[in-house]
């Protein structure tokens, strides 16, 4: 079956670092490619995705690259702020039985110190 | 526009003690799932339905039960309550038509005692 294994954490910077999260797939078709962020107190949501190979996706900053050969897609930004202090989820969408099913690394939790 | 709505946030519950989470989404989605969120475990699909009528097994679907009626709402029915049931819960639904980002509810935080 599909899987997303993704670096854990959790990882403290501090302001102004560089940041990459790991994250790689194992999948038996063609599939879709997200990270959502989940901030303190609050529910998932989207902080970027990417739909096929060699795309890129970025948001607030933050930027990963849909790479089929090597089926990764880490998550960078240059220089990390306190407000980017949340947990982060690779994850991948892919028809599997006939359903779309959506599976999810096991988070990593960012703190990023002023 | 409200989302996915969650209801409740927070429950503490004794051993063997029923309840039902709630989850309403006023989007029109098709699919709708049911997450539980462990520390350090990231989501685990306990799960899921495709449309009104239609339900499947997730993951870690034991000591759980869905019901999709309609379209709208989506309720996770937990009987008999057990420790490890303790867990934040994530409702979260797509159109289905696609592969679109989930949309996520707020969470319950449950505890079992």
């Known amino acids: 079956g599909n899987s997303v294994t993704q670096m854990e954490g959790p990882v403290t910077l501090s302001e102004e670092a560089f940041l990459t999260i790991n994250c790689t797939y194992t999948?038996?078709?063609?599939?879709?490619l997200f990270w959502y962020v989940q901030y303190p107190g609050e529910g998932l949501q989207l902080l970027l995705k990417a739909t096929k190979a060699d795309d890129k996706g970025s948001n607030k900053g933050f930027e990963a690259t849909y790479r089929k050969e090597t089926t990764s897609f880490h998550l960078e930004k240059g220089s990390v702020q306190v407000s980017d202090s949340a947990v982060y989820f690779c994850a991948l969408s892919d028809l599997e039985g006939g359903s779309e099913k959506l599976v999810f690394g096991k988070g990593m939790k960012l703190t990023v110190n002023p | 526009n409200a989302g996915v709505t969650q209801t409740p946030k927070f429950r503490i519950l004794k051993i063997g003690q029923s309840m039902t989470l709630q989850c309403t989404q006023d989007?029109?989605?098709?699919?709708m799932y049911w997450y539980r969120q462990d520390p350090g475990m990231g989501l685990k699909l306990i799960y899921y339905s495709v449309g009104a009528g239609i339900t499947d097994k997730g993951e870690v679907p034991n000591g759980y039960n869905v019901s999709r009626s309609t379209t709208e709402d989506f309720p996770l029915r937990l009987e008999l309550a057990a420790p490890s049931q303790t867990s934040v819960y994530f409702c979260a639904s797509i159109p289905g038509t696609g592969r679109e980002k989930l949309f996520f509810g707020s969470g319950t935080q449950l505890s079992v005692l």
């Open positions: 999948a038996t078709g063609y599939p879709s």
């Open positions: 989007m029109n989605h098709n699919y």
